[in-house]
């Protein structure tokens, strides 16, 4: 289940503000009269072509959830598939389900999950919903270790076709595996996050994996940084800057 966003009151202003504390930001420019859903910038697609990339992916999804290709369906409680919009113009692409996102059947659910939803909605000021997120690997790989090679080549086509639905503006690469699957590369996450590079002409933006942030929160700041660019690329002002007079 996607972690509920924090509603109006002190308690989830105390939260967003000490989030923004930790990546740095340190002034803060909103109106009195700001909202979150009334500033997210995010323009529909047609209702036809919603429609359209919508079944498709349901389609997509029950194929997924039948497959047997790999090794990994023999330990997976269920397939994982996606969570998000169809129209979504940002699409952020982790690694492979752990033990929560197994269970559930969503991914970026756990306590991984729940950092990247702060990003997205208290960092962005975007909602969860309007984003698409989705993993390298549909199923999880025993004990969260990382995935091999060859279960990527069997699954590859399943996030191609994610992609080519969604058809998002950007792509987030969270951590290595999704960085060096969308880039066709060996080089690693340090030296590859915060340099857009491109997948099929479509811009990408490596940045590190919540889990990796959990573990090293220092690096939060690099992160934030890598989604300002973005935000920029997409012609969305951060939220730290909406509601600023000019
Ligand atoms: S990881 Fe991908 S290829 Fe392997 S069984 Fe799951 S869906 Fe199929």
Redesign the pocket.
């Known amino acids: 289940m996607t972690p509920a966003r924090p509603g109006p009151g002190s308690d989830a202003l105390r939260e967003t503000l000490a989030y923004y504390r930790d990546l740095g930001v340190a002034e803060l420019y909103l109106s009195s009269s700001f909202t979150f859903e009334e500033n997210a910038p995010y323009p529909a697609a047609s209702p036809t072509a919603r429609l359209a990339s919508a079944s498709d992916l349901q389609s997509l999804a029950k194929e997924?959830?039948d497959?047997?290709?790999?090794?990994?369906?023999k330990t997976?409680k269920q397939?994982v598939f996606a969570d998000g919009s169809p129209d979504a113009r940002i699409m952020f692409i982790g690694e492979?389900p752990g033990a929560d996102e197994d269970a559930q059947g969503l991914p970026f659910v756990g306590r991984a999950g729940q950092l990247l939803t702060r990003m997205i909605e208290d960092g962005m000021g975007l909602p969860r919903s309007s984003v698409y997120i989705a993993n390298v690997?549909?199923?999880r790989?025993p004990d969260n270790r990382n995935?091999e090679p060859d279960?990527i080549a069997?699954?590859r086509?399943?996030l191609e076709r994610q992609i080519d639905l969604v058809k998002p503006e950007v792509l987030v690469a969270l951590g290595k595996f999704a960085a060096q699957f969308l880039l066709e590369t060996e080089e690693g996450i340090m030296r590859l996050r915060g340099k857009w590079g491109s997948y099929r002409g479509i811009p990408v933006m490596p940045t590190f994996h919540p889990s990796f942030l959990l573990r090293q929160p220092a690096q939060k700041k690099e992160a934030w940084e890598d989604l300002l660019a973005v935000l920029a690329r997409l012609g969305i002002e951060p939220p730290a800057r909406r509601g600023k007079a000019t």
């Open positions: 997924v959830s497959c047997v290709t790999c090794r990994l369906c997976r397939t492979a690997l549909k199923c790989p995935p279960e069997s699954c086509g399943y």
